[in-house]
């Protein structure tokens, strides 16, 4: 192989190494330079956090020492101001566990919808959440109905909608969007516990059984979905059946309201002595529970005791908040012989607010165990 080599390149230039050489020692000292501001840069980021860390340990100094100035004087109440405070720090973290809930949840809903206006749901959608964490809650919601109401059933939109108004007592209006969401996914035990509970206050007994036993079996045991069966059991007067639900309630989330819902129904069946051991259980975990106290009085009074009675409807009378309790108003229509314990008192299986009504605290307890009683993330997996 002959290879030809022009007459320049035989030689090397020594004007282009020196230029080459140039080069290379300016971009040296420009790196340098900036390594120097870099380094620079950092030590004034350092320095500013050394001094925010020592005013903040300063004023953490301050405050404590004025919280204990003032407790030393009789104006705060040291446990009260940490008790606050802790319950101020879960509430932040539980407002920004929410907000990045509605995040995720917003885009798996725009990512669910396969209709044809795209844009204008998307719209709905983006609008609606920002309403919502603007704290405009009511436009927010009506946003998000308008989607709902667009071609192409959205499932996670449906539910989302429904447990707004499941949350907020409006029983019927979340049967429609639970209903709908439902019908899309059968399976889904979230939407299955709070259609059943929905479905059982609007009166439609055999459907809310139905349906909370099938939450039941699908995501196990919840103080929601077995105290809502046995309060359908009780309507029907199927004791033993609901004896049976409500302890499961009771196993599945130890707490004051599922002690006293066992109460009430020994009572009911004239088993005292088991019922004033719940209902003393209910006490020991909650020591206001006024609506225990009563039940303890109506106990009482059965058997005999009348000053022991009294004492009892007395601390009946007002709960922690010096409110009269719903048990306490309702002293007046107490009789000797009465059997009915006063949280069944209500009605038939037909009537309206079977499960929420007349008990507010359960009421309470209930919707809450019933919007956690799953992993949030559940339906949006779905």
């Known amino acids: 192989m002959i290879i030809v080599e022009p007459a320049a390149g035989r030689f090397d230039s020594a004007d282009d190494t020196a230029l080459s050489e140039e080069h290379l020692l300016e971009r040296i000292s420009a790196l340098e330079n900036r390594q120097a501001r870099l380094t620079e840069k950092l030590e004034r980021a350092l320095d500013l956090l050394l001094r925010q860390v020592q005013n903040a340990h300063f004023d953490r100094g301050l405050v404590k020492a004025l919280v204990g100035l003032l407790t030393d004087d009789g104006v705060i109440q040291n446990d009260q101001l940490e008790r606050l405070w802790v319950e101020r720090c879960q509430q932040d973290a539980e407002e920004q566990l929410e907000t990045e809930r509605r995040e995720e949840l917003r885009l798996k809903i725009l990512a669910s919808y396969k209709g044809p206006e795209r844009a204008a749901f998307e719209q709905c959608i983006n609008e609606g959440f920002l309403f919502i964490e603007d704290a405009q809650l009511s436009r927010g919601i009506r946003s998000l109905q308008r989607a709902a109401e667009m071609p192409a059933p959205n499932a996670p939109l449906l539910y989302f909608v429904g447990e707004h108004f499941f949350r907020k007592g409006k029983t019927a209006r979340a049967r429609d969007y639970l209903s709908r969401a ?53 309507a029907e007067e199927k004791w033993r059946m609901a004896l049976q639900e409500f302890k499961l309630a009771l196993a599945s989330k130890a707490s004051p309201e599922a002690h006293y819902v066992l109460g009430c129904l020994y009572y009911q069946l004239s088993r005292d002595v088991l019922a004033a051991r719940h209902l003393r259980k209910a006490l020991e975990m909650d020591e206001d529970y006024g609506e225990a106290f009563y039940v303890l009085a109506l106990i009482s009074e059965r058997a005999g005791r009348k000053e022991l009675a009294e004492e009892y409807f007395a601390k009946a009378g007002t709960g922690a908040s010096g409110k009269p309790s719903v048990s306490a108003r309702n002293k007046g229509q107490r009789t000797g012989a009465t059997v009915e314990a006063p949280l069944f008192r209500l009605s038939p299986g037909s009537s309206r607010k079977l499960i929420t009504g007349g008990d507010r605290r359960l009421a309470e307890a209930l919707r809450q165990d019933a919007l956690n009683a799953y992993d949030t993330a559940d339906f949006e997996r779905r």
């Open 182 to 234: 439902h019908s899309i996914s059968p399976g889904d035990r979230r939407v299955s516990l709070l259609l059943g509970l929905a479905c059982a206050d609007e009166g439609d007994t055999e459907q809310a059984k139905q349906l909370l036993s099938t939450a039941a079996r699908l995501g196990g045991s919840s103080f929601a979905a077995h105290y809502g069966l046995g309060r359908l059991f009780v």
